[in-house]
């Protein structure tokens, strides 16, 4: 199962020191039922999208919960078996977390598919996406707007050979 985990470029860098991207369970985004009916969508293609781009909107969870790290989302896509992989009842039914699941770890950074990080242009939206989370969360409708706006920026891609230069 292709899975996709939320990172900044902070835990990225310690992931590449350690070979690994935890100990887990961690917390990562795929394509589970949940998300499914969310999205209602049978291409497998643009679901996987959504899974990434759920697992983009938890990166900015963690960035706002590190004040030092540098204003980027990043998200590991990473092949495991499906029995590391476990979606619970109570994540299935959570409206804020459509297709977040559990994958028992640790998981080899050598698993990793591929990497997607924000470009140095995103920066700003992402900054202002982040202030904005704590308001968004409370039903504020500009707040909203704001967060949305870092989806504006499509998460580059690399291979997980150009790890050493991004990091």
Do not use: C, I
Request: proline share 6%; no cysteine.
């Amino acid at each position: 199962m292709r899975v996709y985990v939320p990172l900044t470029l902070s835990g990225l860098a310690e992931a590449h020191r350690a070979g690994e991207l935890g100990a887990g369970p961690l917390v990562a985004y795929a394509v589970t039922p949940a998300l499914r009916e969310w999205y209602r969508s049978d291409d497998m293609e643009e679901l996987e999208y959504a899974a990434l781009n759920r697992a983009a909107l938890a990166s900015l969870r963690l960035l706002a919960a590190d004040a030092g790290a540098a204003r980027r989302r990043v998200v590991v896509a990473a092949d495991v078996p499906d029995a590391a992989v476990e979606a619970g009842p109570d994540w299935g039914t959570d409206p804020a977390a459509p297709g977040e699941v559990r994958v028992a770890g640790p998981l080899p950074l050598a698993k990793a598919a591929a990497v997607h990080v924000d470009s140095a242009d995103a920066e700003a939206d992402v900054s202002a996406a982040v202030e904005a989370l704590a308001a968004a969360d409370g039903g504020d409708d500009d707040a909203r707007f704001v967060v949305d706006g870092a989806d504006d920026h499509e998460l580059l891609w690399y291979a997980t050979q150009e790890l050493p230069n991004l990091v």
